[in-house]
């Protein structure tokens, strides 16, 4: 069964660091999201992309994140500059164009700012 | 914007026990989905159940179903026959039916079940 996939796993990076986490979505899949979920609390939405742009972003999305698509199978967050509160787990989310009701999470990365 | 309370952050039941996990939600919406996912310790999330905004009928999925009441905005989870391995977070979230566009999901605090042998 296809499913999302993420790398890596745990990143451990200094305060100020800039880190890409890396994303491949299930391949026919369209939309393409970010959630973010702060050790003990609850996962919230980052950001979506379609069609090569962003579609919809939440008010934690700043301009210190970015997103892309690269090269047709990746899509990746930047983060340009790590703060202490950038800790937690990063998931990726996909679904389909015709199932908006589904969206497929992957394992998650947990990034680590020291 | 939408709201989604989860009023119990952990509930303990027995094992074969049948459990009931509480959501309600705000929203202006008249058209959306509503879902519960699972997280067990490995972080993953897990799709459990879902529900149309539209549709009367409960969703039911094997041993899990819903109680879906719209005016009262309330969305609630029962287990039945719990087994260990429902031991995890479950979270309640909302998103609004957007026609083609992609609009994330909000969720919930969570409830932390627990099955005990």
């Known amino acids: 069964e296809p499913e999302v996939t993420q790398t890596p796993s745990h990143q451990v990076t200094q305060m100020g660091q800039e880190v890409i986490l890396r994303c491949v979505p299930i391949?026919?899949?369209?939309?393409f999201y970010w959630y973010r979920q702060i050790l003990g609390q609850k996962v919230e939405f980052l950001v979506s992309?379609?069609?090569?742009?962003?579609?919809?972003k939440s008010e934690i999305f700043d301009d210190q994140f970015s997103v892309e698509r690269p090269d047709g199978s990746n899509f990746t967050l930047k983060i340009r500059s790590t703060k202490l509160e950038d800790s937690a787990m990063y998931f990726c989310?996909?679904?389909?164009?015709?199932?908006?009701?589904?969206?497929?999470f992957g394992p998650g990365t947990r990034l680590t700012v020291l | 914007a939408q709201t989604v309370t989860q009023s119990q952050p952990e509930m303990s039941v027995q094992e074969a026990e049948t459990v009931t996990l509480s959501c309600t939600y705000d929203?202006?919406?008249?058209?959306?989905?509503l879902f519960w996912y699972k997280q067990p310790p490995s972080r993953q999330m897990i799709l459990v159940i879902r529900?149309?905004?539209?549709?009367?009928q409960n969703a039911t999925e094997n041993r899990f179903s819903v109680n879906f009441q719209k005016a009262a905005k309330s969305f609630s989870l029962k287990i039945s026959d719990s087994q260990l391995g429902d031991t995890a977070m479950y979270f309640c979230?909302?998103?609004?039916?957007?026609?083609?566009?992609?609009?994330?999901?909000?969720f919930g605090k969570g409830t932390h079940l627990i099955i005990q042998p």
């Open positions: 989310a996909s679904r389909t164009y015709w199932t908006p009701n589904e969206q497929f």
């Open positions: 391949s026919n899949h369209l939309y």
């Open positions: 992309f379609y069609n090569n742009e962003i579609s919809e």
């Open positions: 929203t202006s919406e008249s058209n959306y989905y």
């Open positions: 529900q149309e905004a539209y549709k009367q």
């Open positions: 979230a909302f998103m609004k039916e957007s026609g083609g566009g992609a609009d994330g999901l909000t």
